[in-house]
């Protein structure tokens, strides 16, 4: 008779860790789906991007693997020369074409981060790697897109570097993703 209780706890067991799969699972195939995307490049928004690096942030700390972010900006490129909306958003499109062909697709993350500038964080990426991406899709922009009148786009790119491993970087802010985009900025120059 206990043969039965201890088959019917077991049966039990198994369905609930069945349904909490399931239900994981379910969270994250919702989670892909209802991600809010910026209406003109169709990369993810400023909001959906830091909730992200906030993930990267704790898996890095978890594993120990560092990854990288590249900010990219066009130095206020819009107002400097006057360009009407439609000429910029032009230029926008083609820009984040330049550097969707250089992420990795299904691992690296892009971003717009403000009307002008955006950010790809690269999980597992180090600093190296991220610096030669930065610099392939600064030239890529400077070679491909182009302005109207004859401008020359002009793009700064900064790269920065978390892990776990070097928390001295960090160690001063609680707000580590700030920290970070902080210092690809620095490094972009801007």
Request: hydrophobic share 45%.
């Amino acid at each position: 008779m206990w043969y039965f209780t201890w088959i019917l706890g077991l049966l039990l067991a198994c369905s609930l860790g069945i349904i909490n799969v399931l239900r994981l699972e379910a969270q994250e195939t919702w989670d892909k789906e209802h991600i809010f995307l910026d209406p003109l490049t169709q990369l993810m928004t400023k909001d959906t991007m830091l909730g992200r690096l906030k993930e990267k942030v704790e898996n890095s700390k978890r594993n120990g693997f560092p990854f990288s972010i590249v900010f990219i900006s066009l130095k206020n490129f819009k107002n400097k020369h006057n360009l009407p909306d439609y000429e910029m958003d032009a230029i926008l499109r083609s820009v984040v074409d330049c550097f969707k062909e250089d992420i990795r697709a299904g691992v690296d993350i892009a971003a717009r981060m403000d009307e002008q500038d955006f950010l790809i964080a690269m999980p597992g990426s180090p600093l190296k790697k991220a610096e030669a991406i930065a610099a392939q899709v600064k030239n890529e922009i400077l070679e491909r897109v182009k302005a109207p009148r004859n401008l020359v786009v002009e793009v700064s790119a900064g790269v920065a570097e978390y892990s776990s491993l070097l928390p001295e970087k960090f160690a001063a802010t609680e707000h580590e993703v700030d920290e970070l985009i902080r210092v690809a900025t620095a490094k972009s120059g801007l």
